[in-house]
């Protein structure tokens, strides 16, 4: 009798399924390896004897990880997709489509027509491995998540191409009090997208799904976000009890048609001369070449320390600083000689309001009546809650914060650099003030969440795993690769037989090299600079901090608070602006402080934003997530600084439409259309059409066309053509127009005047991948710089296209787009004049917000533009500002027209005071690697600050309200200095 065993070594699991002569299953498991594949291999052979043994075995492996176990032991191994559709087709014949999650993996399978099978790249966004990460963010197991989402009554946008991007998202929603469930049925919903955008690409999930793996067997929240999301009836969506041993099953089953079969003894033999195959790593030098050289360093950084004073016995005023962290809290109390009397580093535990009660109570019984709080500051993520919530003295923005504490250990510093869990700050110094800002993006890659993270999946703690890089003798080489790749790396590494210590070393590393070589894009040592402090949580891992100084060749001060700086920053600051008595409550009413949150989407404007309304014991409340004053004030702001942002997205909704004797033509307001519609709205107006347009984005707006969006690494503003296009269709309209268009209009500010690929042909991609064949559907190829030209194409198109318009109405037609276009143009430039005169009458600084036509659209932007009138700038575009006498110097051909408005905006703002520019650059778009170093080289050549800001379809402001206001305060010190 021969027995079938199928082994699916996955990324994060070990699955096994054995079938008798009779393909019945006889026996199955699932267990997480940790990484120790090999062993388990062999382990789950021996635990396996009592079935296998007197017994012929067919054998086949599967997984992601399993190719290196077939290929030392010569054991058969088949692909993990067709091992799937194997067992599919055996035990489920009537399914169309296959789904499944696995634990760094995500596949899909259409057996409808044509198979079809697609996996996830390198990125583990959207998996198992990606939900573990956020389990541990909110602080739960996986089962209470599970259980939490299924109470939600709120979903929020979340990233989830990305773990790290995603934790980006969720800290600031949990910073602002968002309830758990919410939470954890949102992080579902995320996967549930990455899944139909990131997989699906423009193919229909629909008929029979067969949903596999383990997180969708074990995660009845995520079961019910994919049946709503896809909008399932009943028996269309299957969870089966063997999904997560489905691809194990498929093994198995594939194993049959193996001719080559085993003993027992023979399988158990293989298997282990296959474990004791050892892979030798080069790796890099050690990062000490003996115990001196270790011992002198300690000694070294052991000098940069605070005095601690004596918080039993001191008597007098104190001063608090409070960093409310990404994902820590921090708390400092120091005295007039700025000694530190306490200090607090807690983990936020997914509630910081909580975090900090304690810590308050803790410090008013140690002061007891010696000691008064004169004054109080707060900086970090959760500034204005935590000022809202304890009516903290002043809130001071994290870059001054850090700055202030940084100067306190060298007076001469010219930079410093600060790496928390996942965000990093680098600020260059000039003349005693801030010269120069770098915050990482969206992305944490060289940040220190990924090492706890990783050190947590492997069984250690932080400070364990930190301190055995030291001892590394061979370190292994990870690259400067984006942190969620990096997991794959790690494991092949270990699978190779590298040491913890190894990796560990290898690890911290590439943290480093990622924030040298990816945030701060540095050529050399010299563009760092002399007077280096380093801080943030991650450099007190002495590792890392070493890693850094071999990397730059010199060595650093890092503080003994390293971790703590920012609260200390805040501390020295509510002392040095100490004038009246604190606002902070008092000790009993520290006590009775309670805290609620509620979700609300607020629909006092077109944003709807999702805001979170936190009571607090007196009644007092503290909204969050608002981009305008009305959800506060209840009406819009009456002093309405200018923002043409808002005046030309007003100004294309005031375009209306007329009844037209030819019927209605649709037009979708997306890409280079921002720009030309007044010219269509015309042009198509006086030829007797009814022109209709598509509705306003939305997140809604961008659901009803995201399963046809065939590239999930295209920008978020292409995305939403999808929507749009659809919103139309939903209208009923039979003719829409949407032409590509490979040039712009030549504004003589460029050496050629290109669209961007994206924009010149996105309709080609719509006719592709949309249901666009049973309507009218125009996308003429069109040249509008020359009106003769123009005039001409169109014709000629309307002629092929039996459209019964004559010459001369074409030519009144194309007359009056014209005349329509330049009134625009000419009416931003007026308004863009008049913005500049009143920012110059009333002493407003000025923000040059440069991005392209469509990053007017607010659910684009996301209300930045408001964000930064809040602040109190006035906010210009970059086609407002009139074409400066000489051209910047470029290292690049300046050959697109919407990139040659952002340089000579650059150019502009250069020559003027008050004013700075904002580039906004959405993910994904490959010209902007290129447009924005050249941006950045105009602005910085002449003394100015360079602030770039990456947009998608997330809409938290947190850490951009941070960047705007670093940019606020640094224009302010350059001011006084």
């Known amino acids: 009798m021969t027995y079938k065993l199928g082994i699916d070594v996955g990324s994060t699991t070990l699955k096994a399924v054995v079938l008798n002569d009779e393909d019945e299953i006889i026996y199955k498991s699932y267990e997480r390896h940790k990484s120790k594949v090999r062993e388990m291999s062999v382990e789950k052979i021996e635990e396996l004897s009592s079935i296998l043994s007197g017994h012929d075995i067919a054998l086949a492996i599967t997984g992601s990880a399993g190719l290196g176990v077939a290929d030392d032991g010569g054991f058969p191994f088949v692909q993990e997709v067709f091992a799937s559709a194997q067992a599919v087709k055996k035990y489920y014949p009537r399914t169309d489509v296959v789904i499944e999650l696995g634990g760094e993996d995500a ?58 991007f995603a934790k980006s998202d969720v800290q600031p929603l949990i910073n602002q009090g968002v309830e758990k469930s919410n939470l954890a049925a949102s992080i579902f919903q995320a996967v549930v997208d990455q899944s139909i955008a990131g997989l ?253 993270t990783f050190a947590k999946s492997m069984g250690y703690d932080i400070q364990q795993f930190a301190t055995m890089g030291l001892a590394g003798k061979h370190p292994v080489d990870l690259g400067t690769r984006c942190t969620v790749f990096m997991n794959s790396s790690v494991k092949q590494a270990q699978k190779n037989g590298a040491s913890m210590e190894d990796i560990s070393a290898g690890l911290c590393m590439s943290v480093v090299k990622n924030a ?88 006092l404007c077109t944003n709807h934003c999702n805001l979170t309304i936190n009571t607090f014991a007196d009644g007092t409340k503290h909204i969050a997530g608002n981009k305008c004053e009305r959800p506060i004030t209840g009406k819009a702001n009456k002093d309405k600084l200018p923002n043409l942002y808002e005046y030309k997205y007003k100004k294309l909704m005031e375009l209306k439409s ?35 347009l598509s509705d306003r984005s939305s997140k809604q707006l961008y659901a009803l066309g995201q399963h046809t969006i065939s590239s999930d690494t295209i920008c978020y503003p292409a995305k939403l053509t999808h929507g749009h296009i659809q919103s139309l269709l939903d209208k009923g309209l039979q003719t829409i127009f949407y032409p590509c268009m490979s040039y712009n209009m030549d504004e003589s500010m460029s050496d050629n005047h290109f669209n961007c690929p994206v924009v010149a042909y996105y309709p080609e991609v719509i006719e592709g991948n949309m249901d666009v064949q049973d309507i009218d559907f125009m996308y003429p190829y069109l040249y509008m710089n020359d009106p003769k030209t123009f005039e001409k194409k169109i014709y000629e198109y309307f002629m092929e296209h039996g459209l019964d318009v004559d010459k001369k ?38 923000i040059v917000l440069a991005g392209r036509p469509y990053h007017i659209d607010p659910q684009i932007n996301h209300g930045i533009d408001r964000l930064l009138t809040n602040l109190g700038f006035v906010v210009i575009s970059e086609d407002a500002i009139v074409k400066q006498p000489q051209r910047p110097s470029l290292h690049v051909l300046n050959q697109w027209t919407f990139h040659a408005r952002m340089y000579n905006a650059a150019q502009f703002v250069t020559t003027q005071k008050n004013m700075e520019l904002i580039q906004l650059v959405s993910f994904g778009c490959g010209i902007d690697a290129i447009t924005g170093d050249e941006v950045k080289d105009i602005l910085r050549n002449q003394g100015k600050l360079y602030t770039q800001i990456k947009i998608d379809e997330v809409d938290n402001l947190g850490a951009i309200k941070i960047r705007c206001r670093s940019l606020l305060a640094a224009m302010e010190e350059r001011e006084e200095a």
């Open 200 to 452: 699906a690409q423009g193919r229909n999930i629909e008929g029979n799904v067969l949903f596999l793996g383990g997180p969708l067997h074990f995660l009845k929240g995520l079961q019910e976000r994919f049946v709503e999301t896809l909008k399932l009836r009943e028996g269309e969506a299957n969870f089966p009890d063997l999904a997560p041993y489905f691809v194990a099953l498929g093994a198995a089953v594939y194993a049959t048609s193996e001719t080559k079969t085993y003993t027992y003894e023979e399988l158990s033999h293989k298997m282990k001369t296959m474990a004791k195959k050892k892979v030798v790593n080069a790796g890099l030098p050690p990062l000490f070449k003996n115990d001196q050289e270790y011992l002198d360093f300690k000694e070294r950084h052991h000098h940069a320390s605070v005095a601690r004073g004596d918080i039993h016995t001191y008597t007098g005023n104190a001063y608090l600083g409070i960093d409310a962290g990404s994902t820590t809290t921090k708390l400092i109390l120091i005295d007039e000689q700025d000694n530190i009397l306490y200090e607090s580093y807690t983990n936020n535990m997914g509630n910081p309001v909580d975090v900090i009660q304690k810590e308050l109570i803790n410090i008013y019984e140690l002061i007891e009546d010696r000691i008064t709080i004169a004054q109080s500051a707060v900086t970090g993520y959760g500034e204005e809650l935590m000022k809202n919530a304890f009516r903290l003295d002043i809130g001071v923005v994290e870059t001054i914060a850090h700055y202030t504490a940084a100067k306190h250990f060298n007076p001469n510093v010219d930079f410093i650099i600060d790496i928390g869990g996942q965000d990093m700050k680098c600020f260059r110094i000039k003349d005693n003030t801030i010269d120069d800002i770098l915050l990482n993006e969206a992305c944490s890659s060289g940040c220190g969440s990924f090492i706890e």
């Open 107 to 164: 596949k899909i399978i259409f057996l409808k027509g044509a198979l079809e099978e697609r996996m996830n790249s390198t990125c583990a966004g959207g998996t198992g491995a990606f939900i573990d990460q956020m389990a541990s963010l909110l602080n739960v197991d996986l089962e209470t998540m599970d259980k939490l989402s299924l109470q939600h009554t709120k979903l929020y946008p979340i990233a989830s191409r990305c773990g790290v």
């Open 516 to 603: 040298l070589y990816k945030v701060i894009r540095a050529k050399s040592p010299e563009d760092i600079g002399k007077e280096i402090v380093v801080q943030g949580g991650t450099f007190l891992n002495d590792t890392v901090l070493r890693s850094f100084e071999l990397e730059l060749g010199r060595n650093v001060i890092r503080p003994g608070i390293a971790h703590l700086m920012g609260a200390y920053g805040a501390a020295l600051l509510a002392k040095n602006k100490y004038k009246k008595p604190s606002t902070m409550l008092s000790k009993d009413e520290v006590k009775a402080f309670t805290h609620t949150s509620q979700a609300i989407n607020c629909g």
């Open 658 to 692: 007329q009844k037209g004797r030819r019927g209605k033509i649709g037009i979708p307001l997306v890409l280079n259309m921002f720009d030309t519609l007044p010219f269509w709205h015309a042009f198509f107006t006086t030829l007797g059409y009814e022109v209709v």
């Open 809 to 846: 109405e074409v030519s009144m037609a194309t007359k009056n787009a014209y005349e329509a276009y330049y009134r625009f143009k000419d009416d931003i430039l007026k308004e863009g004049q008049r913005a500049l005169a009143f920012a110059q009458e009333n002493h407003h600084k000025v």
